[in-house]
């Protein structure tokens, strides 16, 4: 390989970082924005509607607000471990989704054809498992260095927490490893592809040999707990230890936290719609009767872009312009979806961030609906009914592999 | 001075640095979170050797897991810092030379063993050989480990139990 075309590839996958990390912040601003109408919803409430249509400018006043508070540190703290742990959590978040591929084509950048995905490794499935059994660091060290009782008893309980529940978590993706045989994210999708009886997805939650309905059941329930969620948040639980591992935390500090938590949200969401419902395939055959289908995306952008234009039309004063104007925008991405040479690009990348986007609603759902466990339920659970579950499913699926094969 | 070498030498001196660290510090999270720093880099040089799955698995079991156990106790326990004490005169006069004569010796026999050895790159897919060494060619030390493990834990539960069940059991009576 000679040098020039060396540093056109390096140049290329650093511009594709910029823009994915662009994407990923700005996916997580909204994401926060997406959980609070979901559960204003749910509460019957109105949620943000003060910054912006519908309130969505209220990400960019949230960090703001972030970023203009008293960043304090406590008395007593340790200092060095007090400032990494943040930087902790939200660099090891952001960094797993490098491994994330978002479509079967490549893009051209400066000549140089590249994938969608940065890092498309030998094992990475395996490698974002690595990153998100090092977050606990973050949130434990936090803990730790806060030099308070509620942080430290957060931290206690997220560490205890995340080891329990990283067991099943990782049993919960064997089966699925077992019916494809690699560790590599494009190929585990790829494994996925075709339809038994011509219509049925042949992806791993209705795999014709073992569906991994046990399997899924077991991820989702682990990831929301990996990731200190609601029924599983009890590292921060505000009825029993005021906010857990981040009490002492404020300002951006705080923010990173916050960011980390919705990013890893978007990693575990990402890895469920690879592992599960097939990434970025499509959920329809693609028989010449079925050719329609590639017409999907575009007609979703072009109606919501109608539904944006009329409900702005019962906004007065700002909204009447900016609404109507996103909805052109999005008519014209329509549009532009429907050129020849768009249309089967754009593909892979929506259905997958379709199957991200329902993963995500599940996740806010569940979290607005279940109450908290008692830590000492959460432990019964985590060992005496995933565990086993997770290994049910190992069991069941290694012997449909043995007999079908 | 290949881009290789340079990481190596990087990941090298973070992994010395780090384990040195270990002993130094006086917090022992301190010297647990150093000892992370050691995993974390002795995976990147796995990852030099192009043996990506031992690297991952280094930092799931190791940094990930067993790391955590160690933090999770320092942290329950709520330890504070060691105190320093002087070193005993046994520990000066036999302890420190012999520690000096084993760090020789043994950088000696490494040398002299891997002197004419250059560090080979496993083939591709060294997942697949190195389960099938352990599934199939050493199945039985393997299994024979993890029994060995299995019973090491029971062992620790039934001491755990008899202390604390014995009370319980006489006030029951």
Redesign the interface.
């Known amino acids: 390989m000679n040098d020039s075309l060396a540093y056109s590839i390096l140049l290329a996958s650093l511009i594709k970082v910029l823009v994915l990390l662009f994407l990923v912040l700005t996916a997580v601003a909204y994401l926060v924005w997406f959980e609070r109408k979901v559960a204003a919803r749910i509460q019957g409430r109105w949620g943000p509607y003060r910054v912006g249509p519908h309130g969505l400018l209220q990400p960019l006043a949230d960090g703001a607000k972030f970023l203009l508070k008293e960043d304090t540190t406590p008395a007593g703290a340790d200092r060095l471990l007090y400032f990494t742990a943040p930087v902790i959590t939200l660099t090891l978040a952001i960094s797993a989704i490098a491994m994330i591929p978002f479509g079967p084509a490549s893009v051209h950048i400066l000549g140089v054809a590249t994938p969608l995905v940065i890092a498309n490794i030998n094992v990475g499935l395996l490698a974002i498992f690595a990153m998100t059994s090092i977050g606990v660091y973050g949130v434990a060290l936090a803990g730790w260095s806060s030099n308070s009782k509620y942080s430290l008893l957060g931290g206690l309980r997220s560490s205890a927490q995340m080891i329990s529940y990283e067991l099943s978590l990782t049993l919960s993706v064997v089966g699925i490893l077992l019916l494809a045989g690699t560790f590599n994210l494009s190929e585990l999708i790829l494994r996925q592809d075709g339809f038994t009886w011509g219509y049925l997805p042949k992806w791993n939650l209705l795999s014709p040999t073992f569906p991994q309905v046990l399997g899924l059941f077991c991820y989702f329930i682990a990831a929301i707990a990996e990731t200190n969620r609601a029924p599983f948040d009890l590292a921060e639980a505000e009825s029993e230890i005021v906010a857990g591992y981040h009490t002492e935390y404020s300002s951006f500090k705080f923010a990173m936290f916050f960011m980390g938590e919705y990013a890893s949200m978007i990693t575990v969401a990402c890895l469920a719609s690879i592992l599960f419902l097939g990434g970025w395939l499509s959920p329809f055959p693609q028989t010449p009767g079925m050719d329609w289908t590639r017409y999907i995306p575009a007609a979703v952008f072009a109606a919501s872009g109608v539904a944006l234009i009329l409900d702005g039309l019962h906004h007065r004063s700002f909204a009447r312009i900016t609404l109507p104007l996103l909805g052109l925008i999005l008519g014209a991405l329509s549009f532009l979806c429907l050129q020849p040479g768009i249309i089967d690009y754009v593909q892979g990348p929506f259905w997958f961030l379709t199957k991200v986007l329902l993963v995500l609603f599940v996740y806010v759902w569940v979290r607005w609906t279940l109450p908290r466990f008692r830590y000492d339920q959460l432990m019964r659970f985590g060992w005496k009914v995933l565990f086993p579950v997770a290994l049910l499913n190992v069991v069941l699926t290694s012997l449909a592999v043995v007999i079908r094969r | 001075m290949t881009p290789q070498l340079v990481i190596f030498l990087i990941l090298a001196a973070i992994t010395v640095a780090g384990a040195v660290s270990v002993i130094l510090q006086r917090?022992p999270?301190h010297s647990a979170?150093s000892l992370?720093t050691v995993m974390?880099a002795l995976?990147g040089l796995f990852l030099l050797l192009e043996s990506?799955?031992i690297?991952?698995?280094q930092?799931?079991v190791y940094?990930?897991?067993i790391m955590?156990?160690f933090?999770?106790v320092i942290?329950?326990l709520?330890a504070g810092a060691e105190e320093r004490t002087n070193m005993s005169s046994m520990a000066r006069y036999v302890g420190v030379p012999l520690a000096i004569f084993l760090l020789i010796e043994l950088a000696y026999q490494v040398g002299a063993a891997t002197s004419s050895m250059t560090a080979q790159p496993v083939a591709e897919g060294a997942?697949r050989a190195l389960s099938m060494l352990l599934f199939q060619d050493f199945v039985f030390p393997f299994e024979l480990t993890s029994i060995l493990i299995l019973i090491a834990i029971l062992g620790a539960l039934v001491l755990a139990q008899r202390s604390e069940g014995a009370p319980a059991q006489r006030a029951q009576q």
């Open positions: 917090e999270i979170i992370i974390i995976a990506e799955f690297a991952a698995v930092i799931i940094a990930g897991a955590v156990l933090v999770f942290m329950l709520n997942t």
